[in-house]
């Protein structure tokens, strides 16, 4: 082959150009699942805003230990569908557009069911949570006004994300956008009217929060029904079946699992928190407002790989599942870093919006934002191997990562809280990611041999 060969063979898999076809494909689908995220952050971010600013510190700390729990049963949702996903993607792949409406409608039923049962076993569960993660006392009434409300909007949380995988897993990403904007928008304010306009306070605002996710939900099945009609269930898909329910839990309870593992674990670096003090619990609610922005990028890549390499692997194209893989490497890696110099630049910028918080729980804030941002290159790669992962059917292997990262978070911020306060849990999940992305390199690593060896 001669030397003009041999550089069209590169170009042709990307080896020159530095943006070939799937990085383009990769970064076509991330941008608007990134304004996705960003606008589904503004949810609970915009509450803490108008607490912070129209209430006083003992709400705004309330509104961030509430938030902890309300995440653990939120993403074990939002992980269920993250799993079915993978099966809309690879029934996508395969274009079977018949099976993908059965798979549907299956999850549609059986997951507003798992909600509504998961609202009722948290509201009679609400006490013993605030004793095992230590609310203190002076908060423990708003905590529980919060997340009452909360639970009883789960099943419009589920069918909202359930939505948006199915439209996700076709590449139909901009009428998730709109619906979500739209609800934004009302739900800012709703929240201004009923903080500060009727002095709701903190019930004021989840009950807007409530009220717009209701509102996504609907719109969101409406735009299936109008707009994408060969994705919505007909008569004829609505019929219940024990293996694709199988398939279903198989596929939905691993990566449930997985997301409400971060949460349970992050529930319990919260109850760390908590007994630091009042100021530590502000400063940690805004750091983590904050740092949910820029998760929001990873996040978004991990769905977007997980999209692309599920239909690679639908259609059995393995050379394209790899393709994918190395797009979203280099791409999150690029967002990594960018990410990791932002974040540490603006880290006093970002924590000032939340001047409610007080003087001492803003320096918190700051010290634990500039400290983890020096770690996001790696937050932002263990996406990418996530959502490899994911895309292929092998559900569990992130699983097994999360869990082992949350452990060694967990451990490391019990045994450091005391002397470096809250950096010592921006410490932890540094070092958490580190970890991670070397135990996943190697399971990709043994994965490759195998299916070299398997040709």
Request: aromatic share 10%.
């Amino acid at each position: 082959m001669n030397e003009l060969a041999i550089r069209r063979e590169k170009q042709a898999h990307g080896g020159i150009r530095l943006f070939n076809e799937n990085d383009k494909k990769m970064t076509a689908l991330m941008l608007p699942l990134i304004a996705n995220n960003i606008l589904q952050q503004l949810y609970n971010t915009i509450d803490s805003v108008v607490i912070s600013n129209f209430t006083n510190e003992e709400s705004f700390a309330a509104v961030g230990i509430a938030s902890s729990v309300m995440n653990l049963f939120l993403f074990f949702l939002v992980g269920a569908c993250t799993g079915i996903s993978v099966l809309f993607s690879q029934n996508y792949g395969k274009g079977d557009l018949k099976r993908l409406r059965n798979v549907f409608y299956q999850s549609f039923v059986s997951g507003l069911v798992l909600s509504a049962l998961l609202a009722l076993g948290g509201i009679a569960g609400l006490g013993l949570i605030c004793t095992m993660i230590r609310v203190p006392s002076s908060l423990t009434a708003l905590v529980k006004t919060y997340l009452v409300v909360v639970l009883l909007g789960l099943p419009a949380s589920y069918l909202y994300n359930l939505c948006s995988a199915i439209l996700r897993s076709a590449g139909h990403t901009a009428i998730v956008l709109v619906v979500l904007l739209i609800c934004v928008i009302i739900n800012t304010g709703l929240d201004i009217f009923m903080v500060y306009g009727l002095k709701a306070g903190i019930f004021g605002a989840v009950l807007a929060t409530t009220m717009s996710q209701v509102m996504s939900a609907v719109l969101c099945l409406i735009a299936i029904r109008v707009r994408y009609p060969q994705l919505m269930f007909r008569r004829d898909d609505c019929h219940l079946d024990k293996e694709t329910i199988g398939t279903i839990v198989k596929f939905g309870d691993v990566t449930a699992v997985h997301q409400s593992s971060l949460y349970i674990g992050k529930l319990m670096v919260q109850g760390i928190v908590n007994t630091a003090g009042q100021a530590a619990i502000a400063g940690y609610t805004a750091a983590t407002r904050i740092e949910g922005f820029a998760n929001s990028f990873g996040d978004s890549g991990c769905a977007a790989t997980a999209v692309f390499t599920g239909q690679a692997a639908g259609a059995g194209d393995r050379k394209q599942e790899e393709a994918y893989y190395r797009s979203s490497l280099k791409i999150l890696s690029i967002m990594g870093i960018a990410s990791s110099i932002l974040l540490f630049v603006t880290a006093p910028y970002a924590s000032a919006l939340f001047a409610g918080a007080g003087a001492e729980a803003l320096a918190s804030s700051v010290s634990y934002l500039r400290l983890i941002a020096l770690f996001y290159l790696f937050c932002y790669t263990g996406n990418t191997f996530a959502g490899y992962f994911d895309g292929i059917g092998k559900v569990q292997i992130p699983f097994i990562g999360a869990a082992s990262h949350i452990t060694m978070r967990i451990i490391l911020s019990a045994l450091l809280i005391n002397t470096m306060g809250l950096p010592a849990v921006a410490l932890a999940s540094g070092a958490g990611w580190v970890y991670v992305n070397l135990f996943w390199h190697g399971l990709k690593r043994h994965y490759n041999r195998k299916a070299a060896q398997a040709i």
